[in-house]
């Protein structure tokens, strides 16, 4: 089983060793980013792990005007543009993604959603890390009868939190499955059983860092069911 984690800099190895405990040897990964001009390797891979990082452009969700609300020293045009093109390529060929923080907004923008360009500015509470770097935590309501409510089994619990953006208008074929206690989007799914040849789990927490990974339902069943539905298709 190869998996490709899109390349987001220095906290890469993070995902890697999420992607890979308790799996080694079985799994292989494949880092794809535009600073390796690898995007042809995405052929090679049985699912997709998109990677949190940088503000989105908001010219990919046609709203330029939310520039001055988005963080000039933390966008990257380069890789908005490669991970567009990894998009195209895994929803034409269905394969399994897992998409985190960035990862789900940048999904939701691609199918055809907006995002709030600063959750602050927006009225809401702050969702970025701490001063010092670390993660906020926060509670998060599971919506009932959702794919992830299968998943993590549990209606309620604590989520770490490190965005400033968020999702807005949701794409028409996502729906949401998980909210903060002020409204925030923490995860979306597919709407619909139409598209259930292809597996998408959409969250905005950062399962690969949080505290007691392998107790946590929030971080080792979101792991564990991805890797599950990847055995499964190609089996």
């Given at each position: ?44 891979c ?31 045009a ?17 394969i ?6 960035r ?70 074929s ?25 597996y ?36």
């Open positions: 089983m190869k998996i490709g984690i899109t390349d987001c800099g220095e906290k890469y190895p993070i995902y890697e060793q999420w992607v890979l405990s308790q799996n080694v040897g079985k799994i292989e990964t494949i880092k794809l980013g535009y600073k390796h001009n690898n995007l042809d390797q995405i052929n090679q049985d699912g997709i792990v998109l990677t949190g990082g940088e503000d989105i452009h908001p010219q990919f969700y046609n709203k330029p005007e939310y520039l001055s609300l988005c963080n000039p020293n933390f966008m990257d380069r890789r908005d543009e490669f991970e567009w093109k990894v998009c195209e390529y895994t929803f034409k060929n269905q399994p993604v897992l998409g985190i923080c990862g789900l907004q940048l999904v939701n923008v691609f199918l055809g959603g907006t995002l709030i360009p600063d959750i602050p500015t927006a009225g809401k509470n702050n969702h970025s890390k701490f001063h010092e770097g670390k993660d906020r935590y926060h509670t998060v309501d599971i919506l009932t009868d959702s794919t992830l409510a299968k998943i993590i089994n549990t209606p309620i619990g604590e989520i770490n939190s490190a965005h400033h953006q968020s999702a807005d208008i949701i794409a028409n996502l729906q949401i499955n998980a909210l903060s206690e002020d409204g925030i989007v923490e995860g979306l799914e597919w709407a619909s059983l139409s598209h259930q040849n292809q998408l789990m959409l969250v905005q927490w950062h399962p690969e860092r949080i505290t007691n990974t392998e107790q946590n339902n929030f971080s080792y069943k979101i792991r564990q069911n991805f890797v599950e539905n990847i055995q499964s298709k190609i089996q």
